[in-house]
T-cell receptor
C-alpha cells in the first residue's frame, strides 16, 4: 500500500528555523518531492530528492533517507510569506501518479 | 521552467450544467496529465490519470461518466464535469509530467462553485 505521514500543523516564529518531517511507505520509490501551497492556489515545486542526503536551495533544504523511508524539509530564516501548506509527495515507480501526504499547515508568527 | 496553463481559474455555474476545464502544457509535451481535486483544508486527491491518445484511468470512486477526460494531444487535456451538482464544488488542479522521473508541474487550478 501507499502511506505518507506528515504533521498536520506547525507554528514557528519569524526568523526561526522549522523542520517538517515526512515518513513514507510505498510499493516503489522513484523520488520524493516537496511542494508549497498557499491557500486557494495550486502547489508549487520546492525540491526533489532521489538519492540519500541533503539538497540545499537557498533558505530551503530537503533531506532524504531511503532506508528509513524518511524525509524532512528545512526552512531557515522564516518569513511571514512562508505561511502555507507543505506537501510531501512520493513517486512510487515509473509513470505512476505521485502519492501526496495530507500536507502540513505552517503558520509563521511574529 | 515548464509551464502548465489551466483555464478557467474560477467558474460559477447552475446545478445541472456542464463545465469544461482545460489544461495545457505550454513549453513541453506532456505524455501524461493528472487531474486532482482538493476540498478546503484537505490534501490533493487524484481523480484520474490521462495519457495522450488513450482512455483515462480513473481512481476508485470517481465516476468516469461524470468526469469526462480527453487528452487528444500532447499539450492539451480537458476535464468536463457533466451535470454538475453543489457537491462537485471544489478546487480542481491539473498537473503534467513530460517524461519519467520529471517533477510534476501544476496548473493554477480552477475553483468550481455549483449553485
Amino acid at each position: 500500500g501507499q502511506n505518507i505521514d506528515q504533521p498536520t500543523e506547525m507554528t514557528a516564529t519569524e526568523g526561526a528555523i522549522v523542520q517538517i518531517n515526512c515518513t513514507y511507505q510505498t510499493s516503489g520509490f522513484n523520488g520524493l518531492f516537496w511542494y508549497q501551497q498557499h491557500a486557494g492556489e495550486a502547489p508549487t515545486f520546492l525540491s526533489y530528492n532521489v538519492l540519500d542526503g541533503l539538497e540545499e536551495k537557498g533558505r530551503f533544504s530537503s533531506f532524504l533517507s531511503r532506508s528509513k523511508g524518511y524525509s524532512y524539509l528545512l526552512l531557515k530564516e522564516l518569513q511571514m510569506k512562508d505561511s502555507a501548506s507543505y506537501l510531501c509527495a512520493v513517486g512510487p515507480s515509473g509513470n505512476t501518479p505521485l502519492v501526496f501526504g495530507k500536507g502540513t499547515r505552517l503558520s509563521v508568527i511574529a | 521552467g515548464a509551464v502548465v496553463s489551466q483555464h478557467p481559474s474560477r467558474v460559477i455555474c447552475k446545478s445541472g450544467t456542464s463545465v469544461k476545464i482545460e489544461c495545457r502544457s505550454l513549453d513541453f509535451q506532456a505524455t501524461t496529465m493528472f487531474w486532482y481535486r482538493q476540498f478546503p483544508k484537505q490534501s490533493l486527491m487524484l481523480m484520474a490519470t490521462s495519457n495522450e491518445g488513450s482512455k483515462a484511468t480513473y481512481e476508485q470512486g470517481v465516476e468516469k461518466d461524470k468526469f469526462l477526460i480527453n487528452h487528444a494531444s500532447l499539450t492539451l487535456s480537458t476535464l468536463t464535469v457533466t451535470s454538475a451538482h453543489p457537491e462537485d464544488s471544489s478546487f480542481y488542479i491539473c498537473s503534467a509530467r513530460g517524461s519519467l522521473n520529471e517533477k510534476l508541474f501544476f496548473g493554477s487550478g480552477t475553483q468550481l462553485s455549483v449553485l
